[in-house]
């Protein structure tokens, strides 16, 4: 059996037909002369040789490179196509912008308006404030900041009993206390009684403020301080009412209606205004609910910016690049197929509705342009202040027709990088099989050039001892045959 080297064509001692070294040749490598004894670098040889092995891998890096700059591109392509859709959404999300309120008062420092939610409905109310609504408070007479309390207190029916530096409600519950005013109040507050304590320094000394956790008429508390004393003055504390508590009354479009708090929720849906004063006067107070055009006007100038961001990434695709090569996408049909998508959602004419194309709303595709889109800000201003519901239903998804949105939104699931169908993902997970093939492809002849280098290496390193021997071996014969004959083929050696 023929060695492996020989049958590689490398091994020269081995193969008499390759003694011409024209393979070694072939990778730049020259044995000299077979007779000098000088041998030749093994280890250059065989890098040489396995680099020759390595060539059959070039094309598949080549076209495994050439994979990853796609994948670079489809994901980049892919992100900027979920941006979007996360602008379309904001458009076509029912609760979106769309369902935005915005309102105002004619006069502010009687009513505020503090928010319009989605519930509010667009149009114009006459609020008269007949009252503010009052919490209940109560007060105490005058003590000490150091005097010692003792004594009980009740609150709500809940009874607080202080005696020998402990506090103990009705409940059983105790905790140390120094029995001044300022810890009965924290302790008040640590509590349930339906009241918030506070220490106020008044005109005759620091007095226990009680306001009701409840506004309005209902918040009243029972209170009842006949047991509490001043220790340290020898004095009964007492606690009585300082402000009673009443509803909010107001008129909503001629409407009578109370409020137990100044924050009215209920008055108008949707809307929530806050009671700042009651003009004697009765002022009529116009109180306005309009469509936030604003934010949908920047909402639709967001989706205008997603679209041309995408076609941008798509039109670069169909060029070269900086250096002057093709760009990775060059040439796909993938590319073609999405241009051509997106630009049939963008000009779908709309079967219902006064509004039925997207150049209704002030966004065009300029004639010689490259397929990006224009917005007319004031084209979409007038159409929402005269057609708001049919520029909310262009958008939104309907159970009777296809809008543009749910139309548009199909589109962008069928291009996009979302599995199963999105064009990207489909480009994506085609280029990953064909990547996992070409790097089984390099490992596997990787594998078989390094067994081959070794197997190699111990063959060459054979014939180079053998090489290096032949001078000896020709003193040797020379020496045996002037032995036999008698001649000297170096005389005078």
Known sequence: MRPWACTQGLRVMDCPERADNSIMGSVGISFGSPTSGQGFDVATTVSAIVANLQAVETPWKNQLTALQAQDTALTSIGTDLSSLSTALNALNDPTGVFEEKEGSSSDTSVLALTSASAAAVAGSHTVVVGKLAETYSYASSAVGASDTLT??????GQTI????GTATDSNGNTIPVNNTLATLATYINDGDYGVQANVVTGSTGEQLSLVSDMSGAAGAVTIDSSQLEDATASKAVSIGNVQQGQDAQLTVDGISTTSASNTVTDAIPGVTMQLLSAPTSGEQVQV?????????ESAVSTFVSAYNTVIGDLNTQEGDDSSGNPEPLYGTSAIAAMQEQLQQALVFTQSSGAITSLSQLGITVPEDGNGT???D?????????SNYQDAMNFFQTSSSYTSFGANFTTTLNNVGNTGPTGAVYLA????STEETGLNTNITNENTSISTQQTQLTTELNAANYTLQEIPE?????????????GYDENPGG
Do not use: F, K, P, R
């Open 151 to 156: 004594g009980s207190l009740s609150i709500g």
């Open 161 to 164: 009993t202080i005696s020998d």
């Open 288 to 296: 306005e609910i309009t469509n936030n055009n604003s934010d949908v």
């Open 373 to 375: 889109i224009t917005l």
């Open 377 to 385: 800000g004031s084209t979409l201003d007038s159409m929402l202040n």
């Open 428 to 431: 994506l997970q085609q280029n």
């Open 473 to 485: 071996q020709l003193q040797s014969v020379n020496e045996l045959y002037s032995a036999i004959t």
